[in-house]
């Protein structure tokens, strides 16, 4: 048992290193922490661990002595205690990373996907991993030694040495169990809900998979659910969606803000009706084709870039930075916040105003189909042909099929990519050639009609491999933001911050892609985070860490310079613009209003 203790332990020691407060409080969580993770596994693994030791004496003969009674248990609960390892640093990093601790569901329809496997696992080469691996593995042969060191002494009868095991096992698990009890009674600090609980959801799901027949996640269960009549129209109603009487789509709209405000909110409202005057002054009555871009990047979190964390160097994002400093034609919000932790959910809302649903579900991966109206939607039937750009597997949280059934002709991810284009994280390829072949894309095929292209960025995802293509004034310039700066970044925080500034770059590249390729005059370019990560705060000097700060993104619509030169009306425009400005900072957004303004 106590072997299975240290095995658990690094995974809280790496969280308690890193955080803020004094040595002594994140030594007591993180004990705190271990126990409780060791307490909702310990009636699962010390059984294994009897049974085995139990087993061996009567498979193998040479195993029958006295040495095998005193060491066996402590033999066989290191690949066990190895096995707990991953498990809690596995869920710890998930949580770190997504927002939540894993289940078995998420493991288990995660792991047939390469992408999601490396993305999983790569975290083990982490420094901040393998120097509390490094102690608990010190811990562990200081237990080993201690037993070793023990007299062996005669064999015992088999029938006492297997009652006294098992006995033995039984309460040393019990004890656990009572300690955690014990210990979560003492005060808030202790419980459940103050210290995380990576384990229990593990263990409840693999026991549903198991006694359940049939569904078994709660995306099973809402889709198997028999609904009486009427149902589907009083559930579209409640999420907004009147049904319509004729169309295309059962939930189309005429989109007259008019008769139907989007909102209750006046604020909201009088920001709509701002957007719609942007349009209206940018766009001349028999313009030719126009193209949309939407970039989603990869964990670009707010808390990086300077506008939005005034003690973040400039030099992490300088060109992220530069969008919020009033130029002309950009539309800048620092009070925009994701609308979920999982790129499903986020790509849910910034396409279609739909975004974490409950139980953590996706409509995009979780419950297809369902007939919701999505921004491509609406576009597609205006004229406008869609295309995606993502240097990974499509077919992950069921990309593939979201597009492909919302009207996005054009589908391209790694597999249809040239194959000698360089590679990052994942072994996917980089945002620079991802992003610089859909914009060629865009610019040939603006030939023949208006164009709306999303580009996912993906080098800024864990483990944050460096890109092949990463510019050498890039790592320069995160190297010295390091020097000159007050933080607390690790070196692998310091991978993280150079995919982070080498995003950065390639959005930048985008704009200097238009221009080269002619069709700035005719683009409009919009730009956010798909989500926040849970990655520490590196910058100054206290914990900045709070709900709110750590669910800020990044968000800004840019209308490129020759664009705003040959506007319908100059002089609206830019009061249009400031006006917008002014409301869109006005009060919070999420990632679910964005639709509408793209709309407006």
Known sequence: VALLFVAAFPARLAGALRGWGSLSGRLEKSLAGTLLDLSAVVLVITPLVALVTLLVPLLLRHARGPRWQRLGAVMWAFPFGFALWVLTVVAQEVKSERGSFPTMFDLLEGGTNASFVEGTVGFLRYERIW????????????????????????IGPWKRWAVGLTAGMGSGA?????????LSSLANRFTHAALGDPMTGLVESTIDLLRHQGPATPRDLVLSAELPPGAINEGAALLGWPPSASGSHPHARTLDFATEPPTRDPRGRALVQAFGKIGAALFVEGDPSVAVFHLSLEGFRADDVNALNSVAPKEIAPFTNSLYDGRAGVLASTKMFQAGVRTAHCLGAMTCGLGTLPYNLSFIRDLR????????????????????????????????????????????TQAELPKDLPKGTWDGVTDFAVFDQGVKYVAEGL?????????????????????????????ARVDAALANSVHRADPDDRLR????????????????????????ERSIVMLMADHSTGHAYVWGKSDPETDVAKSQIPFAIVIPTAFLARARDPVALAAALAEAQVLIEAAPLSQNDVPTLLLA
Request: hydrophobic share 45%.
């Open 497 to 520: 911050l150079i995919t982070y500034s080498y995003t950065d770059a390639a959005v930048e590249r985008v704009f200097a892609q238009l221009d080269s390729l002619g069709i700035a």
């Open 174 to 182: 019990a004890g656990v169990l009572l300690l955690a009890v014990l």
């Open 369 to 412: 189909p369902f007939p919701v109206r999505c921004t491509s939607d609406v576009l597609s039937e205006a004229g406008f042909r869609h295309s995606f750009f993502y240097g990974s597997d499509g077919s992950f949280d069921d990309m593939h099929w979201f597009f492909t059934e919302h009207g996005y002709s054009h589908v391209i």
């Open 131 to 154: 120097v509390p691996a490094v102690i608990g593995c010190t811990l562990a042969m200081i237990v080993l030694a201690i037993v070793w060191r023990r007299p062996v002494g005669e």
């Open 447 to 475: 030939k023949s009609g208006s164009q709306f292209s999303l580009l996912m960025s993906l080098s800024n995802h864990s483990p944050f491999t460096p890109p092949a293509d990463l510019p050498a004034e890039v790592l």
